[in-house]
């Protein structure tokens, strides 16, 4: 939400307090700069990891000149600072994502498949919500209550594509990500068709 970073930042600038942003999931998949980069908001410290290096286990810590001093204060280890492979595999992913066209490819496939779900919801009478960046989406069918693990509708609407060859989660985020091709999501789509039949045979429209 665009006004409630905006609103965060004016507070934290106000206050003289440290605005610290938990970008372990969106960072890297929307903007180079961190996913607050694309409203124009800058934190003082971003925690990453999972893109960081494309699945490998690695995360990083980044953060402003002004708290470098801070920082090197405190004392940190951990087992697996000198990993080699997890920081080639980062050096790897971060190259990609700027000299390719990997973060546009990502946002482009993201809305194929929005637009391709929202329009088969509409046809079939069923009736979801589709939230969050189109480059990982989270997907609610009205009726489901997913604060309370009350998700009939997603369990049987995940499970049908399953069957027929698309992983799908029934209650978390969807993540895409630049091998995803627009075949890919055409295929996909052609399952969701079918699965989404099968959540109004067994819960009726909306």
């Known amino acids: 939400d665009p006004r409630f970073a905006r609103g965060v930042r004016e507070l934290c600038d106000a206050t003289g307090a440290v605005l610290i942003l938990d970008d372990v999931r969106a960072g890297f998949r929307l903007h180079l700069g961190g996913s607050w980069a694309t409203l124009g908001i800058e934190p003082d410290i971003s925690a990453y990891s999972k893109a960081i290096a494309n699945g490998y286990a690695l995360a990083a810590v980044a953060g402003s000149d002004r708290l470098r001093d801070a920082a090197a204060s405190i004392f940190a280890t951990g087992s697996f600072w000198f990993a080699g492979v997890a920081m080639a595999a980062s050096i790897a992913t971060l190259t990609t994502l700027r000299t390719s066209d990997a973060l546009e490819h990502m946002e482009r496939v993201g809305a194929l498949l929005r637009d391709g779900l929202c329009e088969q919801a509409r046809s079939h009478g069923v009736r979801i919500r589709y939230t969050g960046p189109v480059q990982m989406p989270y997907l609610i069918f009205e009726g489901d209550e997913p604060a309370r693990f009350k998700i009939r509708r997603a369990k049987l609407f995940?499970?049908?594509?399953?069957?027929?060859?698309?992983?799908?989660?029934?209650?978390?985020?969807?993540?895409?990500?630049?091998?995803?091709?627009?075949?890919?999501?055409?295929?996909?789509?052609?399952?969701?068709?079918?699965?989404?039949?099968?959540?109004?045979?067994?819960?009726?429209?909306?």
């Open 158 to 206: 995940a499970g049908e594509a399953a069957k027929r060859g698309v992983y799908l989660h029934p209650a978390h985020n969807w993540f895409l990500c630049a091998a995803h091709s627009e075949d890919d999501i055409g295929r996909a789509l052609e399952i969701t068709d079918e699965a989404f039949s099968k959540v109004r045979a067994g819960f009726g429209g909306s």
